[in-house]
């Protein structure tokens, strides 16, 4: 436009800057100049990862070895569990130096249908989940953990490990372990289940308009006991409380306006 300009980004957000005039760019009519692009609040935004909000917390039905919770999350979950383990340990007068920080990754120990689940922070609308396995080629440089931390693919049956991956609105039993544990988490969530036969990374897109506060993966065991490892999950998705604004697909800019065609 002569006084203003507008991008539409891969994803479908509308930023605009230059020469407000009377809110001709899409933002506060108060701001005269927008002097960098910047995107319009009542358009489509992005999901974000909500895992990396600072208050969630993770939890699995067991820990191998050093392998925490809090590593799937990504951020600064784990160094923060960990520091708070250490000042835990130092107040209670045990010797630090039997906390290893060796493993980067989550991991359970054997069992029947091992889990890892998330509380996020406040009841969320969840887009598409993401999860990465622990891979077979990852190598610890630390002896120590090299001996206690397993780095295999869960049990395999004929068609491959298989994963529940669910959402629910109420929180998980977290004492129940085994199919039972499984069977009762399906029951109250929206859930699907995917192959890691031959793929270390997981992407389910989720069916609209699904709310949820809780997030759990989960090893369905068909046989025996398996060990659940995850190297991160990451929760797509926004507050339940914020506007979804409609996705752009093509925008113009005119003298004092800018037009945007919204799928």
Not at 5 to 31: F, I, M, P, R
Not at 201 to 217: K, M, Y
């Amino acid at each position: 436009g002569p006084a203003h300009t507008a991008l539409v980004s891969t994803e479908g957000e509308l930023y605009t800057w230059g020469k407000n005039v009377g809110g001709s760019t899409g933002h506060a009519v108060n701001v005269p100049l927008i002097t960098e692009p910047t995107r319009v609040g009542c358009m489509f935004e992005r999901p974000r990862n909500l895992c990396l909000d600072e208050t969630v917390t993770a939890s699995q039905s067991s820990q191998n070895a050093s392998a925490l919770a809090e590593y799937a999350l990504g951020g600064d979950h784990a160094a923060k569990e960990l520091q708070r383990r250490r000042q835990s340990r130092r107040a209670s007068g045990k010797d630090r130096s039997q906390l290893s920080s060796a493993a980067k990754f989550a991991q359970t120990q054997q069992e029947t249908c091992p889990f890892w689940q998330v509380a996020l922070a406040e009841r969320s609308r969840i887009v598409s989940i993401r999860v990465v396995l622990v891979s077979a080629s990852i190598e610890d440089t630390n002896s120590t953990a090299r001996s206690t931390l397993s780095t295999k693919r869960p049990l395999r049956s004929a068609g491959g490990p298989k994963y529940a991956v669910m959402v629910s609105e109420d929180a998980f039993d977290p004492d129940l372990r085994g199919k039972q544990s499984l069977a009762m988490a399906r029951g109250q969530s929206v859930h699907i289940a995917l192959s890691g036969a031959t793929q270390s990374e997981l992407v389910w897109v989720v069916p609209a308009d699904t709310f949820g506060s809780f997030i759990r993966v989960q090893l369905e065991s068909s046989s025996g006991a398996g060990m659940l490892g995850l190297e991160r999950v990451e929760v797509l998705g926004s507050s339940s409380e914020q506007y979804v604004g409609p996705r752009v697909s093509d925008v113009v800019c005119a003298e004092g306006m800018t037009v945007a065609i919204c799928t």
